[in-house]
């Protein structure tokens, strides 16, 4: 199933259960925001999706943007402990093993921009996989990552359900006042 499909499906089991909503946006963006379940999980299209149907649908801004950023912060809280803990062996697990520059690029990238590393991170999908573990390997001090985490989190959810409302209006004033009058 590509992920139109996937993302198809799950836009219109939302519009039919709206009280799925939030519960489904914490569970895709603590999955988007997990190491491991990043690489195939990728819910901003379904964010995006979502966010498009919260003026058309009556869906609710705020317990989404909760929802989301409190799944995100986890995911990343989660690959940051895992970081840590198991950092000896991180590297011969998937996807780290097949993809070894993933943790050498996330840890350049922390040298470079240190806890800021944690924010611009959330914003590309590549680094959101890898930086948050590679700063816990790298033992970044818990209270500033998790500054950052939060933070991020919430912006990062925001911006993409933003995305997706400001486009269905758009879309909307296009179609009724430019296509239906030719």
Same mark, same amino acid.
Do not use: C
């Given at each position: 199933?590509?992920?139109?499909?996937?993302?198809?499906?799950?836009?219109?089991?939302?519009?039919?259960?709206?009280?799925? #909503?939030?519960?489904?946006?914490? +569970? &895709?963006?603590?999955?988007? =925001?997990?190491?491991?379940?990043?690489?195939?999980? /990728?819910?901003?299209?379904?964010?995006?999706?979502?966010?498009?149907?919260?003026?058309?649908?009556?869906?609710?801004?705020?317990?989404?943007?909760? #929802?989301?950023?409190?799944?995100? +912060? &986890?995911?990343?809280?989660? =690959?940051?402990?895992?970081?840590?803990?198991?950092? /000896?062996?991180?590297?011969?697990?998937?996807?780290?093993?097949?993809?070894?520059?993933?943790?050498?690029?996330?840890?350049?990238?922390?040298?470079k921009w240190g806890v800021l590393a944690i924010f611009i991170a959330r914003f590309s999908g590549p680094l959101r996989a890898s930086v948050p573990i590679v700063a816990g390997m790298l033992r970044m001090p818990w209270q500033p990552f998790q500054i950052a985490n939060f933070?991020?989190?919430?912006?990062?959810?925001?911006?993409?359900?933003?995305?997706?409302?400001?486009?269905?209006?758009?879309?909307?004033?296009?179609?009724?006042?430019?296509?239906?009058?030719?």
């Amino acid at each position: 199933m590509s992920l139109e499909e996937s993302s198809r499906h799950v836009i219109d089991f939302v519009r039919d259960h709206q009280a799925w #909503a939030a519960p489904i946006v914490f +569970a &895709l963006a603590f999955a988007e =925001s997990l190491a491991f379940l990043s690489f195939v999980v /990728p819910a901003w299209a379904v964010l995006v999706g979502l966010g498009a149907m919260m003026t058309s649908g009556g869906i609710a801004f705020l317990p989404m943007l909760f #929802a989301g950023a409190l799944g995100a +912060a &986890l995911g990343d809280w989660l =690959s940051y402990w895992i970081g840590g803990k198991f950092k /000896p062996s991180i590297g011969r697990l998937w996807p780290f093993a097949q993809h070894p520059q993933l943790l050498f690029r996330g840890e350049v990238f922390i040298k470079k921009w240190g806890v800021l590393a944690i924010f611009i991170a959330r914003f590309s999908g590549p680094l959101r996989a890898s930086v948050p573990i590679v700063a816990g390997m790298l033992r970044m001090p818990w209270q500033p990552f998790q500054i950052a985490n939060f933070v991020s989190a919430f912006v990062w959810v925001a911006v993409l359900l933003q995305l997706g409302d400001v486009s269905a209006l758009a879309w909307g004033w296009f179609w009724e006042h430019v296509v239906q009058r030719f």
